[in-house]
């Protein structure tokens, strides 16, 4: 998976298509993330501490890390990853224009 915590992405498929965001969570195990913003439901919660109150929340859900894709910091366009090794060091390239992920 070449999508990481902190990376901007944008949605390819889906009710959220078009939509950029940050990712909150990754998870390579289970091939998910978590997108700011993206694939948002209504949970219902009840008080779970004296003082605390319940209600209607707005929770981000996973969505597949095949549907996003990463979007350049320099070009600004969703791009495949191609990986570099610079100065000893594994990096991340954009394969559209060649700067650094």
Request: net charge positive.
């Amino acid at each position: 998976m070449n999508i990481k915590k902190d990376d901007k992405v944008i949605v390819l498929s889906g009710k959220d298509k078009g939509k950029q965001g940050e990712v909150l969570v990754a998870d390579p195990k289970a091939g998910k993330v978590i997108v700011k913003g993206v694939n948002v439901a209504t949970k219902h919660q009840k008080p779970q501490k004296q003082g605390q109150e319940g209600g209607i929340i707005k929770v981000e859900t996973p969505i597949y890390a095949s549907k996003v894709q990463l979007v350049c910091p320099k070009c600004g366009k969703g791009t495949r990853v191609a990986h570099k090794i610079s100065d000893g060091k594994k990096v991340r390239v954009c394969k559209k224009c060649g700067a650094e992920i």
